[in-house]
C-alpha cells in the first residue's frame, strides 16, 4: 500500500480576519502553529514516515510543513516547493472580508467566486504592485504562466502538470509522501483523485491542517481515502470554512 498525505495549512492571519487571501502571502497565527504541531502529531501516532514532502511558495504552507515534519522527527526528509501548488488566484478580492463582500454582492455570488469551477473573479490589472509578475521569487515563471486571477479551473490546469509529472510519479518508488498547500489547490487536486464533477466541487470545504489520507495499491489505483480525526469534529470544520462566505460568517443572525 502506498500513501500520500494532502494538508491544508494551519490558520492563517487573513483566515482569521476572514479575508479573501489566493498568493497574498501572509503568515500563521499563534492558532495556525499550534493546529500544524497538532497535525504533525497525529500523523507520528498514526505511524506514518515520509520519503519526500511538497508545498508551495508560500509561507503559511512552509511553515506549517516545517512545524509538523519537526513534530514527526522528520525534518530531515527532502522537500521540494512549486509555485505550481499555491493557492488559487483571487484577483481584485485578494484582501477583501468575505463577509462584507456578501453583504456587498450577496452570498450566491461569493459561493460562486470562492466554489465554483469555471468563474474566476475579476483580475488584478497589470499596474497592480500585487501582479504576481513583480514578485522575485516567481522569476523564473514564464509570464503567461502567472496568474492575474483564477477559476478552480485554471488552478487545476497549472497545478496537474506538477502533480502528474514530478510527485505522483513518485509513488513508484517511495511509499508516503506529504503535500502541504491550499485550501483550493487541494480541492483541485483531490476533484482530479476522485472524479468529482464540476457541478459537484461547489461542496467541498476542507479544513485547516486536518491530514486528508490517499490510500493506492501497488498498480497505484486509488483505493481508499479518508481524514484523520473525529469525524463529528471535522464535520463542523468543514461547515465553519463553508460559513466563512455569509454575511455573518460566525452564525449569528
Ligand atoms: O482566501 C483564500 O485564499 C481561500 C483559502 O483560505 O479562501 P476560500 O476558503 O474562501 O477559498
Same mark, same amino acid.
Given at each position: ?14 483566515? *482569521? ?9 501572509? %503568515?500563521?497565527? $499563534?492558532? #495556525? &502553529? +499550534? ?20 508545498? =508551495?511558495?508560500?509561507?503559511? +504552507? ?10 514527526? %522527527? !522528520?525534518?530531515? /526528509?527532502?522537500?521540494?516547493? =512549486? ?15 468575505? =463577509? $462584507? ?5 450577496? $452570498?450566491? !455570488?461569493?459561493? /460562486? ?6 468563474? +474566476?473573479? *475579476? ?9 504576481? *509578475? ?8 514564464? %509570464? ?5 486571477? $483564477? ?7 497549472? /497545478?496537474?502538470?506538477?502533480? *502528474?509529472? @514530478? &510527485? ?16 483550493? =489547490?487541494?480541492?483541485? @487536486? ?5 472524479? @468529482? ?12 491542517? &486536518? ?5 493506492? %495499491? ?15 469534529? @471535522?464535520?463542523?470544520?468543514?461547515? +465553519?470554512?463553508?460559513? !466563512? #462566505? ?8
Amino acid at each position: 500500500m502506498k500513501r500520500i498525505v494532502l494538508l491544508r495549512h494551519g490558520e492563517s492571519t487573513w483566515n *482569521k480576519d476572514n479575508r479573501f487571501t489566493g498568493w497574498t502571502d501572509v %503568515d500563521l497565527t $499563534e492558532k #495556525g &502553529i +499550534a493546529d500544524a504541531n497538532q497535525a504533525g502529531t497525529l500523523l507520528k501516532e498514526k505511524g506514518f514516515h515520509f520519503d519526500k514532502a511538497y508545498t =508551495s511558495f508560500l509561507k503559511r +504552507a512552509v511553515k506549517t510543513l516545517n512545524c509538523v515534519l519537526d513534530k514527526m %522527527d !522528520q525534518d530531515w /526528509i527532502p522537500v521540494e516547493k =512549486s509555485w505550481r501548488l499555491n493557492e488559487k488566484h483571487y484577483g481584485v478580492l485578494q484582501g477583501l472580508n468575505k =463577509s $462584507e463582500t456578501a453583504s456587498k454582492y450577496g $452570498e450566491e !455570488q461569493v459561493l /460562486i467566486w470562492r466554489r465554483s469551477f469555471n468563474v +474566476a473573479p *475579476k483580475a488584478l490589472s497589470e499596474d497592480d504592485p500585487r501582479n504576481p *509578475k513583480t514578485d522575485t521569487r516567481y522569476k523564473e515563471v514564464p %509570464d503567461k504562466d502567472l496568474p492575474r486571477t $483564477e477559476s478552480l479551473k485554471e488552478t487545476v490546469e497549472r /497545478i496537474l502538470p506538477y502533480w *502528474k509529472c @514530478i &510527485i505522483f510519479p513518485n509513488l513508484a518508488t517511495a511509499n508516503e509522501l506529504l503535500v502541504v498547500a491550499h485550501g483550493n =489547490s487541494l480541492r483541485g @487536486i483531490i476533484k482530479y483523485l476522485k472524479h @468529482i464533477p464540476d457541478e459537484e466541487i461547489v461542496g467541498l470545504n476542507l479544513p485547516t491542517a &486536518i491530514p486528508y489520507v490517499f490510500e493506492f %495499491d501497488d498498480d497505484l489505483n486509488l483505493k481508499k481515502d479518508y481524514f484523520l480525526g473525529d469525524p463529528e469534529e @471535522i464535520k463542523k470544520l468543514m461547515e +465553519a470554512v463553508a460559513d !466563512q #462566505g455569509k454575511t455573518t460568517p460566525d452564525g449569528r443572525k
